[in-house]
T-cell receptor
Framework: DAKTTQPPSMDCAEGRAANLPCNHS???????VYWYRQIHSQGPQYIIH???NNETNEMASLIITEDRKSSTLILPHATLRDTAVYYC??????????FGSGTRLLVRP | GAVVSQHPSWVICKSGTSVKIECRSL??????MFWYRQFPKQSLMLMAT?????????EQGVEKDKFLINHASLTLSTLTVTSAHPEDSSFYIC?????????????FGPGTRLLVL
């Protein structure tokens, strides 16, 4: 079973920031937080990952709380192409990813 | 970088036949590859973990004699669905592990849609 909890759906306006929350209260010390997204009928796309520090790349920012029990993925300027299911996953060095139900993000024009 | 391809992208076959799906890491070498399947309106389910040159490790409930995995090189893994039946119809997705930000990260292929008639 997935060890993370995400809201089933969210929406935001095009051009605005999308903030996707994730709870991982049982995360262990050696587990990373990974974010992937899956656009309809495609394979998942890697977005970002982190251990305890906040991370930023060309796609998104990842904010991890100090106690590491939750995190937020931020898409700073959402576009229509960001409409997808977003998965937050905890994984250790075994690389095994257990996908939950994710958050279905709808970006409105 | 970190591009993974799958072939074919879709396949239709008759019940009882076998189907082979290829997964390739195009611009990196992957010691570990993974196979998932996804049924409509469901999330991805890990089927097996494949390491180059060794036998695959299957998840509980996945029949290793039905889903044959071969990881012959650092850039190629194949999944063969033997004696396919309609209930095997699904979206099969592979991933390959590569180093990113000091941590092994999985990069996924585009998936193969299998329809068994």
């Amino acid at each position: 079973d997935a060890k993370t909890t995400q809201p089933p759906s969210m929406d935001c306006a095009e051009g605005r920031a999308a903030n996707l929350p994730c709870n991982h209260s049982t995360i262990s010390g050696n587990e990373y937080v990974y974010w992937y997204r899956q656009i309809h009928s495609q394979g998942p796309q890697y977005i970002i990952h982190g251990l305890k520090n906040n991370e930023t790349n060309e796609m998104a920012s990842l904010i991890i709380t100090e106690d590491r029990k939750s995190s937020t993925l931020i898409l700073p300027h959402a576009t229509l192409r960001d409409t997808a299911v977003y998965y937050c996953i905890n994984a250790d060095s075994s690389y095994k990813l257990i996908f939950g139900s994710g958050t279905r993000l709808l970006v409105r024009p | 970088g970190a591009v993974v391809s799958q072939h074919p992208s879709w396949v239709i076959c008759k019940s009882g036949t076998s189907v082979k799906i290829e997964c390739r890491s195009l611009d990196f070498q992957a010691t570990t590859m993974f196979w998932y399947r996804q049924f409509p309106k469901q999330s991805l389910m890990l089927m097996a973990t494949s390491n180059e040159g060794s036998k695959a490790t299957y998840e509980q409930g996945v029949e290793k004699d039905k889903f044959l995995i071969n990881h012959a090189s650092l850039t190629l893994s194949t999944l063969t669905v033997t004696s396919a039946h309609p209930e095997d119809s699904s979206f099969y997705i592979c991933s390959a592990a590569a180093l990113a930000g000091g941590q092994e990260t999985q990069y996924f292929g585009p998936g193969t849609r299998l329809l068994v008639l």
